[in-house]
């Protein structure tokens, strides 16, 4: 959009005119609840949003998410949304500086501190969906076995579930990167998947209490739940049963490239020699008993890895 067509003063317009240059739409909503953070954290103090370009300002909206406080990756990734639309607001001859640069951002750590599961913590925890059934079992497995993001997860629908080579696959639409992936499933997984479907057709892969789509509340609070359930003081979240399900296929023996091209990521990789089930060619896999106790589940091959095994 021409700079000439923008109102400087209607700040919405220039948020959607800065998105318009994203094609992801991850990527667009990502931005557009940071920026609004920011946008809103300035109209509190008072700040004008392009005038005000002031770096002391950007570094006391740092100080404030210090103190609340947001974790260092999240700081960080805010910073650099800000950045890039103050880029943008230069570039579009708004501004005459980019705060930003000016000021010396904080630091991301090193290693993760997500909190991640042991594999028998795992098992327990998928032990404990499975005693709950439904909706919540399907969505375990996904989490705990296959490493999906949560986004992942509750856009699949009933129709993305297939078959591939007699193996069971799962599509995903919505994946970083927005590319189209295909991941295989375990027969334990299609076993929940099919329990949380009951006969139906079509609509979303996972529904709530209340019949409709999964949120991303629903996969935080069941996950919390079940780690209750199965006496895991941890605090779980989805994104820490992906870091679960590649740290125990990585402790099982996977080696390092498979690890970043199995689970969930954004490299479309349908099902092949090296990552379909090894089972023989029959028509219809063999499907396994239910298990009822975390010593059913050690007994089977734990981590994204269960599903190409």
Same mark, same amino acid.
């Given at each position: ?13 220039l ?17 557009r ?54 880029? *943008? ?50 969505a ?7 490493g ?59 529904r ?34 992906r ?15 498979t ?31 239910p298990a ?12 994204? *890895?269960?599903?190409?095994?």
């Amino acid at each position: 959009m021409a700079t000439t067509s923008l109102r400087v003063d209607d700040v919405p317009l220039l948020l959607e005119s800065f998105l318009t240059g994203y094609w992801s739409q991850r990527t667009r909503a990502n931005y557009r609840f940071i920026l609004g953070g920011w946008f809103t954290w300035c109209t509190r103090h008072e700040h004008d949003v392009l005038r005000d370009t002031d770096p002391r300002v950007v570094e006391r909206w740092i100080t404030d998410m210090q103190q609340h406080p947001y974790a260092a990756n999240t700081i960080a990734a805010r910073v650099s949304a800000v950045s890039a639309f103050y880029r *943008w607001c230069l570039r579009e001859q708004l501004v005459d500086r980019n705060p930003v640069e000016a000021i010396r951002r904080p630091s991301r750590p090193g290693e993760s501190t997500t909190s991640s599961l042991t594999r028998h913590q795992l098992t327990d925890w998928l032990a404990a969906a499975e005693r709950h059934g439904g909706a919540w079992w399907a969505a375990a497995m996904l989490l705990g076995l296959n490493g999906l993001r949560c986004g992942e997860l509750i856009a699949c629908d009933v129709t993305d579930v297939g078959n591939h080579s007699w193996h069971h696959t799962l599509a995903l639409r919505t994946t970083k990167g927005d590319k189209p992936t295909v991941i295989a499933l375990a027969p334990p997984t299609m076993q929940a998947i099919e329990t949380a479907v009951d006969g139906r057709s079509g609509g979303p892969l996972l529904r709530n209490t209340a019949g409709r789509r999964m949120t991303v509340y629903n996969v935080q609070y069941l996950v919390a739940a079940l780690a209750r359930d199965a006496g895991i003081i941890k605090h779980l979240t989805p994104h820490g049963l992906r870091h679960s399900a590649i740290t125990v296929g990585l402790d099982a023996g996977v080696s390092l490239p498979t690890c970043r091209t199995s689970p969930a990521t954004p490299t479309p990789r349908p099902p092949d020699a090296t990552t379909a089930p090894a089972t023989p060619s029959t028509a219809t896999p063999p499907t396994p008993s239910p298990a009822t106790s975390p010593e059913a589940y050690r007994h089977r091959s734990c981590g994204p *890895w269960s599903a190409f095994v």
